[in-house]
């Protein structure tokens, strides 16, 4: 079956626009988790939807937000774009969160603040 | 403060060679996992561990779960370039909807031919 999909797979932006990143999760999955991965910090935790509702979420600021749809397709978007927002995104999706559910990551969004 | 430390942060060795590296906290997991990410590439699980002292083999990858189920490390025998990437382990915590999967910085493999 298909992996998980992300559009766009490279962005360009500049500071103070928004941006909107979606995710498809592999077919039958319903779990969508976002996260930011940048060489100083790693990967760390954006949010997770399940079932369209938003189950956990990490330490970033308002201005990154996120939503399910009911066909699991899941969009992530930034506001008021920084410098520091410079990042690849990636999305991973899960049949749901449980350690016993093995967590698929698409190739990511790379996106680029200028 | 980082949950999960990984050591050492770059590797530089030639075909053949055997390497080790180390995933460490000062947190207990349920369980921990292993990823491959290659340029341009998602992550991609290798193995899960979930009970300490577990080890299991992967080719010729061997991964072990410490006792105390708070470090990990990953042995690479007779390291190919293929084997080249970043290696991130992940320790989940939690269960149900508590459920939470946190990362480290991960190790930067590079293997010369």
């Known amino acids: 079956k298909a992996g998980v999909t992300q559009t766009p797979r490279y962005l360009i932006k500049t500071r103070g626009q928004q941006v909107t990143l979606s995710c498809s999760p592999i077919s039958g999955h319903r779990s969508v988790s976002w996260y930011q991965q940048t060489p100083g910090q790693g990967l760390q935790f954006l949010f997770e939807y399940f079932s369209e509702t938003q189950r956990n979420k990490g330490n970033f600021p308002g201005r990154f937000s996120g939503r399910q749809f009911s066909n699991s397709r899941s969009e992530m978007n930034v506001s008021t774009l920084e410098l520091g927002d410079s990042a690849l995104y990636l999305c991973?999706?899960?049949?749901?969160?449980?350690?016993?559910?093995?967590?698929?990551f698409g190739p990511g969004t790379r996106l680029t603040v200028t | 403060t980082q949950l999960l430390e990984q050591s050492p942060q770059f590797l530089s060795i030639q075909e053949g060679e055997n390497l080790t590296v180390y995933c460490n906290s000062s947190?207990?997991?349920?369980?921990l996992q292993w990823y491959r990410q290659e340029p341009g590439e998602g992550p991609v699980l290798l193995v899960t561990?979930?009970?300490?002292?577990e080890v299991k083999k992967l080719k010729r990858l061997t991964f072990q779960f410490g006792d105390a189920r708070k470090d990990s490390s990953l042995h690479i025998t007779a390291a190919q370039p293929g084997d080249t990437g970043l290696y991130l382990c992940?320790?989940?915590?939690?269960?149900?909807?508590?459920?939470?999967?946190?990362f480290g910085k991960g190790t930067l493999l590079t293997v010369n031919p």
């Open positions: 992940a320790g989940a915590q939690g269960g149900g909807s508590n459920y939470k999967l946190t």
């Open positions: 561990v979930v009970t300490g002292g």
């Open positions: 991973a999706s899960s049949f749901r969160p449980d350690r016993d559910y093995e967590q698929y």
């Open positions: 947190s207990v997991f349920s369980s």
